[in-house]
Structure formats: structure tokens, C-alpha cells
């Protein structure tokens, strides 16, 4: 039997898991949430993967321990692409995945070209290689990492200024690619990229289409937790790996999403 007050734990490097928990939300407003931030460790994308694997398989076998959720949500495809199979495991809970939304990207593109904005690691993941082949067969998958943009959604949603050349060299790193002036839908596939969509809109005009999967990673929790308990005994919180003035930063924009308080593990 579930317990009531079991949390939900979502895992990001940083801010990007918010543009799930947005949605997450919306469909299970009841739900205690605790949202954990491996800031210690932020940027994952130029990490190698075994870097990686160890971080994340570590940090959430301890919070898995300390807090008892429910289930865990790898709210980062970097983390996931390389070690959900892992963590799955090693890990005795349900544990919900992000992976880059190559299928509905291609049932949506009407010039076959899609690009696709991610990390460095995650854009060279053999992971990625057997979305494209399975799903977007007769397509063209235009790549591109774009470290800049996690940088840029860290510094928006802490209230500082971002550079807009950032955005414009992203869509260039797609559009300068042989066929990039075809590329008519982009998969968003790094949960940082959401949180910067009008940005990205407007650096790639009104003709391309975004993409990410955040809507379906909270229908996914919805189905998994379905005839579970739900109740909220404390407020819930933001837990980061490491104290600083870039955490105190985000106070605001944490409340925004229902997080009250902050926790270091
Ligand atoms: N938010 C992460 C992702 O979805 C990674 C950002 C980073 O740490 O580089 O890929």
C-alpha cells in the first residue's frame, strides 16, 4: 500500500525538470513533489557518460533512500538517455524516463526534415540512433548540441539578462546544416530547451514547430500512480546537492512552481 504522503521525486542537473513539473501539475495537482536539482554537477551535457551513470545512479539511490518517494522521474534526457537502463537496475521503484521526441516529431513534419536541439551527450547517443531508425525511417534527423541554451534557461530563471545571440546561434546550428532550411519541426530534447520556447520561436521564425515530451512524461506518472493515495503533509521543496548563491537565486521562481522550501542533500 502506498503511503499517502509518498513523493513523487523528479531529477534534473538543474532548472530544466520545472518545464515537467509544469505539466505535471496540471494533471496531478495532488501530488507531493519533491524536485532535486544536481546543481554540483550541472552541466551534464559535457560530461562523459560514465560521469554521468555514477552521478545519477548514486544521487537518486540516496534519495530514494532518504525520502521514500513513490516513484522518480529522470526529468533530463542526458541522465536518461545514458543511464535509465541502469538506474532501472539498481532501483526498486517505478522509475519514468525523458527521451527526445523523435516519433511525434515525425508523425508531424511535412518536409521530412526534423531537427533536433540537445547536449552534446545526448545528441551522440546510441540511444537517439535507435529512436531515429525506428521511428523516423524516410526522414532526415538534423542534430545539433547547444550547451548555450541550458546556460541561458539557468540564467532566465534566475532573472538575469541572456544574450538573444545565444538563440540565434542555435537556430544556425540547425539552418546551416546541408537540408537545415528544411527543418519545419524541432524536437526540444533537453527539458531545459521549454523553458526558452518563445526565445528559440523567435530566433527560427513562425514556420517551425516545437516538440518535447514534458506532456507525456506527466501522463506517464498519472498512469503509473493510478488508484494511489495522494496527501500533502508538509509543503513541498526543492532539493539541490550543492549550497550557493545560485540557489538562493531561484527562491522566487521555485515558489512560482509550488516549491516552498530548499534542502541540501
Ligand atoms: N536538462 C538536461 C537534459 O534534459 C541537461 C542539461 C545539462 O545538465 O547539460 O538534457
Given at each position: 500500500m502506498t503511503e499517502p504522503s509518498a513523493p513523487i521525486l523528479l531529477f534534473d542537473s538543474?532548472?530544466?525538470?520545472l518545464s515537467v513539473l509544469a505539466e505535471l501539475r496540471k494533471v496531478l495537482p495532488q501530488a507531493p513533489v519533491i524536485y532535486a536539482a544536481d546543481n554540483a554537477g550541472?552541466?551534464?551535457?559535457?560530461?562523459t557518460e560514465a560521469q554521468i551513470a555514477a552521478r545519477v545512479a548514486g544521487l537518486l539511490g540516496r534519495m530514494t533512500e532518504r525520502y521514500r518517494p513513490r516513484l522518480a522521474c529522470i526529468a533530463c534526457n542526458t541522465a536518461s538517455t545514458i543511464a535509465l537502463g541502469m538506474v532501472r537496475e539498481v532501483l526498486e521503484l517505478p522509475i519514468v524516463g525523458t527521451v527526445p521526441a523523435i516519433k511525434p516529431a515525425a508523425a508531424l513534419t511535412r518536409s521530412g526534415t526534423i531537427g533536433l536541439l540537445g547536449t552534446e551527450a545526448t545528441i551522440r547517443q546510441g540511444y537517439v540512433d535507435r529512436l531515429e531508425a525506428e521511428f523516423a525511417v524516410g526522414k532526415r534527423l538534423l542534430r545539433y548540441g547547444a550547451p548555450e541554451l541550458v546556460a541561458a534557461a539557468e540564467a532566465r530563471l534566475r532573472g538575469e539578462p541572456v544574450d538573444p545571440a545565444v538563440f540565434s546561434r542555435a537556430a544556425a546550428g540547425l539552418r546551416d546544416q546541408p537540408d537545415g532550411q528544411a527543418i519545419d519541426t524541432i524536437v526540444l530534447a533537453c527539458t531545459h530547451f521549454p523553458l526558452v520556447e518563445a526565445e528559440l520561436g523567435e530566433a527560427f521564425g513562425p514556420e517551425v514547430r516545437f516538440i518535447h515530451g514534458a506532456e507525456g512524461i506527466a501522463r506517464r506518472i498519472v498512469h503509473l500512480t493510478e488508484g494511489q493515495p495522494f496527501a500533502r503533509t508538509e509543503p513541498d521543496f526543492a532539493l539541490f546537492t550543492r549550497d550557493g548563491a545560485d540557489v538562493a537565486a531561484l527562491a522566487p521562481t521555485l515558489a512560482r512552481f509550488g516549491l516552498e522550501r530548499i534542502e541540501i542533500l
Open positions: 538543474g532548472v530544466g525538470g550541472l552541466p551534464y551535457g559535457s560530461k
